[in-house]
């Protein structure tokens, strides 16, 4: 508990009122529930790495803000939109972006951005899906993350470079 009373510290302190929580440990979801309780009211609480209709169905149960998923299943897609909570899909390359386009969407995720060409190809992303609008995660750093930023289709960026 102390550790999440950490956190949310070191969050706000940075002006910071939006905390996607990733599902890549035992606890994550019992930590999604305890920070949506405990904080819910003065952050937007997201969860990540969003991989299965499962994933889907519990952020419904949590009434969490939004979700991210590093990509995408046709079921995965069905249970996004029938869940009635806005969420980011996981694309990287340009199939799966025109599929996005295809389904209505024009919000995603590029993942993993150091390995598909980084700040690079999202600026010639920008020429080829003129409507369609990012958020870049893996391999974002404070190091490059004001690279990405700089782009015109760059809404936002994300990574754990802020809390480790």
């Not at 510290?9 to 910071?16: A, D, N, P, R, V």
């Not at 998923?69 to 025109?98: A, N, R, Y």
């Not at 700040?119 to 020429?127: H, I, M, P, Q, V």
Request: aromatic share 14%; glycine share 10%.
């Amino acid at each position: 508990m102390k550790q999440v009373d950490e956190y949310y510290e070191k969050l706000k302190s940075q002006g910071i009122s939006c905390i996607e929580i990733t599902l890549r440990s035992d606890v994550a979801w019992d930590a999604i529930a305890l920070f949506k309780e405990k904080y819910g009211h003065e952050f937007q609480v997201g969860v990540g790495t969003i991989v299965s209709p499962d994933d889907i169905l519990n952020c419904v149960k949590l009434k969490v803000d939004f979700m991210v998923s590093p990509g995408l299943t046709s079921s995965m897609i069905q249970q996004f939109d029938f869940s009635g909570i806005p969420f980011l899909p996981g694309v990287s390359t340009p199939s799966e972006i025109i599929r996005g386009i295809d389904m209505g969407w024009q919000y995603f995720k590029f993942f993993p951005a150091h390995l598909f060409g980084g700040a690079k190809a999202l600026e010639t992303y920008s020429g080829i899906f003129k409507d369609v609008r990012f958020c870049p995660t893996g391999g974002i750093n404070a190091d490059n993350y004001e690279d990405y930023l700089a782009l015109n289709n760059v809404m936002s960026v994300g990574g754990s470079w802020l809390l480790k």
